[in-house]
């Protein structure tokens, strides 16, 4: 079993609607929580981070960790074409290395 | 550019020659991380440094792989006698001291290409 688990998708909607990503973790360890969003051939560039249960806005974008239940979301509201990209969870704990879920592949339409 | 600098952006070699990426992290950072993506995959932890040491290797970095921090500053990689599997983005990454608090700037990544 992963200690990572992400949706892979892909994951195709219409323009302006409210997209919903997932990851759910495995190990209880893991104090912080990141989005990066990465670009076809691009390296990952951070969109959200948290380090305690509860919501965490960003414009457009919100993050939701519940450390009960493992489980982090990342909401995008109004989505955009140019919101279309490979979304990928991270966690870590104190060494600052990341573990990474396998990404989810969104495509919005205009 | 501030960011975090990987040269070559792509590399394309023959199975069994050996290949060296370059990572120039930011330059107020101590840590720095090389990861390596594969299509359809998230980045996997390889190795990491905090300045010249390198604290953390993960079991994905055979004998073939060796990394070094000369100076603190910048990183090599560098893949021995290249196998068709060793075909993959390698991303590097860097943080502030208190690296488990703060947020890691990744660089665009080197693809390797082994044929």
């Known amino acids: 079993q992963k200690e990572v688990e992400q949706d892979p998708g892909p994951l195709s909607v219409p323009e302006g609607a409210i997209v919903s990503l997932n990851c759910t973790y495995s190990n209880s360890a893991f104090q912080y929580f990141m989005w990066y969003r990465q670009y076809s051939r691009k390296g990952p560039e951070l969109l959200m981070y948290t380090y305690s249960s509860g919501n965490k806005e960003d414009g457009r974008f919100t993050a939701q960790v519940d450390k009960s239940s493992k489980y982090i979301s990342l909401f995008i509201r109004d989505s955009q074409p140019s919101d279309s990209a490979t979304y990928l969870c991270?966690?870590?704990?104190?060494?600052?290395?990341?573990?990474f879920g396998q990404g989810t592949t969104l495509q919005v339409k205009p | 550019d501030t960011g975090v600098s990987q040269d070559p952006r792509h590399k394309i070699t023959k199975r069994g020659q050996n290949v060296t990426f370059r990572c120039d992290p930011i330059?107020?950072?101590?840590?720095l991380y090389w990861y390596r993506q594969t299509l359809g995959q998230g980045p996997e932890f390889l190795t990491y440094f905090q300045n010249e040491a390198q604290l953390e290797k993960s079991r994905l970095l055979s004998d073939r792989f060796s990394a070094e921090r000369p100076k603190g500053s910048f990183s090599t990689l560098e893949i021995q006698r290249t196998e068709q599997g060793d075909s993959a983005m390698y991303l590097c990454a860097s943080s502030t001291l208190q690296g488990a608090k703060t947020e890691a700037f990744f660089g665009q990544g080197t693809r390797l290409t082994v044929v």
């Open positions: 330059s107020e950072h101590n840590r």
């Open positions: 991270a966690m870590k704990g104190n060494t600052g290395k990341l573990i």
